[in-house]
């Protein structure tokens, strides 16, 4: 059995599917999975169900629903219902819990990737961490859970797992700029810095790599439109790191065309 999150929901065991059509029982997977080997309060479950305003019907639907999962579980795995309710699809007390392997959820993937790439890191081979990092983020089919409509609970566990994501990009782009990609990174921080419009230190790399790149005039044209962005919209002006930047580049700095940092996650500039 093979489950993915990060991405369209799905659970497949060889051609067999055990996602329920049913939008209800598909939120209940949902927060499930993304709490593998711990305990869901029924209460979390019917939060996210119906927002914090259960019928009075709520613990038995919620009952009925777990009923529906583990039936089709059973049903994908092709082994009676009584195995998913002893070894998956627990019921604790107070809620109830679903037990994975390691390696069946692809969040478990994606994580041990990201440890393995920040250890690199630390150890200063930069090489192998952007590799990591990149088959880390090759895990992502797509914004997490994206078919599945998402009450408060699953809001967060999403927020969580896509801040993440941002995170490890950033940290990729970095990596990947200290070691002279700039030129290959060039189109993933253009589409980057449209997707997130505020997001300052990704409009850095982007200038950095534009700058590095030969094209000083379009560096310097990047920071303007976040400036009058940031100006229009939120009545701000860029950090101080950004605007030292912006004069970095206006200048010529020579220190902005080092390719190779020191070992780490510090700034590419200081």
């Known amino acids: ?134 088959r880390a983020l090759a895990v992502w089919q797509g914004p997490a859970l994206v078919d599945v409509v998402h009450g408060r609970p699953l809001q967060a566990e999403v927020a969580r797992l896509e801040q993440s994501r941002l995170t490890v990009t950033e940290r990729s782009i970095e990596t990947r700029l200290r070691l002279g990609g700039h030129q290959e990174a060039l189109s993933d921080l253009a589409s980057l810095v449209v997707e997130h419009r505020f997001h300052e230190g990704m409009h850095g790399q982007y200038m950095l790599a534009l700058h590095r790149s030969g094209q000083r005039t379009r560096a310097l044209a990047v920071y303007q439109r976040l400036r009058l962005t940031m100006a229009e919209e939120l009545g701000l002006e860029p950090s101080v790191k950004l605007q030292r930047l912006q004069q970095a580049v206006l200048v010529s700095d020579p220190r902005l065309d080092h390719e190779a940092g020191a070992p780490g996650r510090g700034p590419v500039v200081a």
């Open 1 to 134: 059995m093979y489950v993915n999150v990060l991405g369209p929901l799905t659970l497949r065991h060889g051609t067999q599917s055990g996602v329920p059509t049913a939008m209800k029982p598909r939120k209940v997977l949902s927060l499930l999975l993304l709490n593998d080997g711990r305990v869901v309060p029924a209460a979390t479950l019917m939060t996210e169900l119906w927002d914090g305003a259960p019928p009075r019907t709520g613990p038995t639907t919620l009952q009925t629903y777990i009923l529906h999962l583990r039936k089709l579980l059973a049903q994908a795995l092709s082994v009676p219902t009584a195995v998913i309710t002893r070894d998956i699809l627990q019921t604790r007390p107070g809620g109830y819990c679903f037990i994975l392997r390691s390696g069946q959820l692809d969040v478990h993937r994606y994580y041990d990737l990201v440890a393995e790439a920040d250890c690199a890191l630390d150890a200063g081979d930069e090489r192998t961490a952007e590799a990591v990092y990149r």
